[in-house]
């Protein structure tokens, strides 16, 4: 089953808004991590959170881990047009004898000029 | 000068056929991976190689073999392709296990009719 969905499954906000994806989990991870995936394109890996941190900063990028509510969000702050695209969170489980990156199901973004 | 390249970018083939994607990276990683992504924008890891070795072999079909002739390439083989096959295929690869930042391809569209 997969393990990490995100919420919303579609976002369209105004240029300059923030934009807010969340993703839950449910086994415990070693890290958590963020990629965009333009259309038509590969995915890019935007940040990687480690189990034992709660905040990382990327630029216009923030995102949260909170473990005991198996969650995160990524925050995009002033968003451009070029953000448009499909957010995926990917989880690392601590458990299991390789590292198995598991993604969800993604959030499309899309932002209007 | 691409990080990880496949070929071909489109596969329009029959039912039956067998076709092949090609993988390479010029990253150093030693790390590589099979993705499918389906219509839904599901993601879902098919297979990871370590130094050429399988490491990762989920539930697929044995109708999909990868193959790894050195750590710079893993290509994947499909026999008897199905319509069920149609998806996006995505390699990528990585400095070490899963659980590090994944670099991914152009992607590869496969269509069966």
């Known amino acids: 089953s997969q393990q990490g969905e995100e919420d919303p499954q579609a976002l369209s906000i105004q240029e300059g808004e923030n934009a807010t994806m969340n993703c839950s989990y449910k086994t415990s991870i070693n890290n958590l991590q963020w990629y965009r995936q333009n259309s038509g394109r590969g995915l890019v890996h935007l940040i990687l959170i480690r189990s034992n941190e709660r905040e990382k900063h990327s630029g216009r990028l923030r995102v949260t881990l909170d473990t005991s509510k198996k969650s995160s969000s990524l925050l995009i702050t002033a968003s451009r047009a070029a953000d448009t695209a499909s957010y995926f969170c990917?989880?690392?489980?601590?458990?299991?004898?390789?590292?198995?990156?598991?993604f969800g199901t993604g959030t499309k973004l899309q932002v209007i000029p | 000068d691409t990080a990880v390249s496949q070929t071909p970018k489109y596969l329009v083939t029959q039912m039956g056929n067998d076709k092949s994607i090609k993988c390479e990276q010029n990253l150093g990683h030693d790390t590589m991976y099979w993705y499918k992504q389906d219509s839904k924008k599901f993601l879902k890891i098919m297979f990871s190689y370590n130094n050429k070795e399988l490491i990762i072999n989920e539930t697929v079909p044995n109708r999909f073999s990868p193959k790894s002739p050195d750590k710079a390439h893993l290509n994947l083989h499909i026999n008897s392709l199905e319509l069920g096959d149609s998806a996006v295929y995505f390699c990528?690869?990585?400095?070490?296990?899963?659980?590090?930042?994944?670099?991914f391809g152009p992607g590869t569209r496969l269509t069966v009719l």
């Open positions: 990917a989880t690392v489980p601590t458990s299991g004898g390789y590292q198995k990156v598991t």
């Open positions: 990528a690869s990585s400095q070490a296990g899963g659980g590090s930042t994944q670099y």
